[in-house]
C-alpha cells in the first residue's frame, strides 16, 4: 500500500510588502508589473539600484538583499533612519508659518554639517509630506526652497518600526552610481533622470554625457541589468547599439511640454537576463 506524502516545504517565507514612505518625482510604481517578471528567476541575487530615489521599486520588488543608491543625500539619509526605526517625534502639522518655520530648521542643520542625523530625517519627511508636489529642490546657496504644499489634508506617519524588519539586509550609498561599490552578480535596476532638457533632480543636471557614462557602465556589468528610460529616439539608439535587448511601452503621463496631448513611451532595455 502505499503512504500518503509528507507535504515537502517549499514555500519560502512571506515577506511584508510597505508603501514608499516618501513622495517622489519620477517614481516607478507603475513599472512594477512588467519589473516582477524579470526580477523573479534572479530573487536569490542582490537588487543594485543606482537611483534608488522614493524606492517605488524596492519596496515592490521586496528583495532580502539590495544595495541601494541615490546622489540625494537626504533622502539616503532617511532611509538609513528607517533601517534604525525611526520614531518621527517633531510637530507635524499641515500649516504654512510651521512649515517655513521647519524648512528653516531643516536648512540651519545643513548650514551647521548635522544634516545626516535622525532630526535631519524627520524634518525631511515631513516637509517632503506637506510641500509643494513632494518636490525636493534646492537654491545656489544650497538650501532646500520648495513651497508650502496647500494640500487638504495630510497623513503623516510617525512609527517608521515595520520598515525596519524589510530594510535590514539593505545597503544604501550616496553619491555618484559610477562610485557604487558592485559586485558581478548584482541584478540592477538602473532609472536615471529621463533624457530631456532641464531635468533638475539634483544640484547638478543629468546630461546627455552622463546617458552616455550610464549606458557604457551598465553593458560593463556581466550580471543581469534592466534600464528605464523615456524611450526618445537617441536613447533607443544609444542602448541598442550598446547590445542591449530594448521593448517599448506606453507610460501614465502625457508629452505635455510640446501641447502634444499623445501618451509617452518608455524604454525597458535588459542584458544577460
Ligand atoms: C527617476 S528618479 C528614480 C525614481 C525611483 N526609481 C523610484 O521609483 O522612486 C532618478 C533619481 O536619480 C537620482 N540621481 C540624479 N543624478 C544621479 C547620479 N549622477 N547618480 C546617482 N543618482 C542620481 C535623483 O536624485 C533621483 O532620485
Same mark, same amino acid.
Given at each position: 500500500?502505499?503512504?500518503?506524502?509528507?507535504?515537502?516545504?517549499?514555500?519560502?517565507?512571506?515577506?511584508?510588502?510597505?508603501?514608499p514612505?516618501?513622495?517622489?518625482a519620477?517614481?516607478k510604481?507603475?513599472?512594477?508589473?512588467?519589473l516582477?517578471?524579470?526580477?523573479?528567476?534572479?530573487?536569490?541575487?542582490?537588487?543594485?539600484?543606482?537611483?534608488?530615489?522614493?524606492?517605488?521599486?524596492?519596496?515592490?520588488?521586496?528583495?532580502?538583499?539590495?544595495?541601494?543608491?541615490?546622489?540625494?543625500?537626504?533622502?539616503?539619509?532617511?532611509?538609513?533612519?528607517?533601517? +534604525?526605526?525611526?520614531?518621527?517625534?517633531? &510637530?507635524?502639522?499641515?500649516?504654512?508659518?510651521?512649515?517655513?518655520? =521647519? %524648512?528653516? !530648521? @531643516? #536648512?540651519?542643520?545643513?548650514?551647521?554639517?548635522?544634516?545626516?542625523?535622525?532630526?535631519?530625517? +524627520?524634518?525631511?519627511?515631513?516637509?517632503? &509630506?506637506?510641500?509643494?508636489?513632494?518636490?525636493?529642490?534646492?537654491? =545656489? %546657496?544650497? !538650501? @532646500? #526652497?520648495?513651497?508650502?504644499?496647500?494640500?487638504?489634508?495630510?497623513?503623516?506617519?510617525?512609527?517608521?518600526?515595520?520598515?525596519?524588519?524589510?530594510?535590514?539586509?539593505?545597503?544604501f550609498?550616496?553619491?555618484?552610481?559610477?562610485?557604487?561599490?558592485?559586485?558581478?552578480?548584482?541584478?540592477?535596476?538602473?532609472?536615471?533622470?529621463?533624457?530631456?532638457?532641464?531635468?533638475q533632480?539634483?544640484?547638478?543636471?543629468?546630461?546627455?554625457?552622463?546617458?552616455?557614462?550610464?549606458?557604457?557602465?551598465?553593458?560593463?556589468?556581466?550580471?543581469?541589468?534592466?534600464?528605464?528610460n523615456?524611450?526618445?529616439?537617441?536613447?533607443?539608439?544609444?542602448?541598442?547599439?550598446?547590445?542591449?535587448?530594448?521593448?517599448?511601452?506606453?507610460?501614465?503621463?502625457?508629452i505635455?511640454?510640446?501641447?502634444?496631448?499623445?501618451?509617452?513611451?518608455?524604454?525597458?532595455?535588459?542584458?544577460?537576463?
Amino acid at each position: 500500500m502505499q503512504r500518503a506524502e509528507t507535504p515537502v516545504e517549499t514555500a519560502e517565507p512571506v515577506r511584508p510588502t510597505l508603501p514608499p514612505p516618501l513622495k517622489w518625482a519620477g517614481g516607478k510604481r507603475w513599472l512594477l508589473p512588467h519589473l516582477r517578471p524579470l526580477w523573479q528567476p534572479h530573487r536569490h541575487r542582490r537588487l543594485a539600484e543606482p537611483f534608488c530615489g522614493g524606492l517605488a521599486v524596492a519596496l515592490g520588488l521586496n528583495p532580502e538583499r539590495a544595495l541601494l543608491n541615490d546622489i540625494n543625500p537626504h533622502a539616503i539619509n532617511f532611509y538609513r533612519q528607517l533601517k +534604525a526605526g525611526l520614531k518621527v517625534s517633531i &510637530r507635524m502639522v499641515n500649516d504654512s508659518d510651521h512649515y517655513y518655520d =521647519s %524648512r528653516t !530648521e @531643516f #536648512n540651519r542643520l545643513i548650514a551647521d554639517n548635522r544634516a545626516a542625523t535622525k532630526k535631519a530625517a +524627520a524634518l525631511f519627511y515631513y516637509l517632503n &509630506r506637506t510641500g509643494y508636489n513632494g518636490l525636493c529642490r534646492f537654491n =545656489s %546657496r544650497g !538650501e @532646500f #526652497n520648495v513651497p508650502f504644499g496647500r494640500y487638504k489634508t495630510i497623513n503623516y506617519t510617525r512609527d517608521f518600526s515595520a520598515y525596519r524588519g524589510i530594510l535590514s539586509e539593505w545597503a544604501f550609498s550616496c553619491g555618484d552610481f559610477e562610485s557604487m561599490a558592485l559586485s558581478p552578480e548584482d541584478f540592477i535596476y538602473a532609472d536615471p533622470p529621463y533624457d530631456v532638457q532641464f531635468t533638475q533632480y539634483a544640484k547638478e543636471n543629468f546630461r546627455w554625457e552622463d546617458q552616455v557614462r550610464l549606458a557604457e557602465w551598465l553593458a560593463r556589468h556581466p550580471g543581469p541589468v534592466v534600464a528605464s528610460n523615456q524611450a526618445t529616439e537617441k536613447i533607443l539608439e544609444l542602448y541598442r547599439e550598446l547590445g542591449f535587448e530594448i521593448d517599448t511601452l506606453p507610460a501614465p503621463r502625457m508629452i505635455s511640454c510640446t501641447g502634444d496631448r499623445s501618451k509617452a513611451l518608455e524604454m525597458l532595455a535588459t542584458r544577460n537576463l
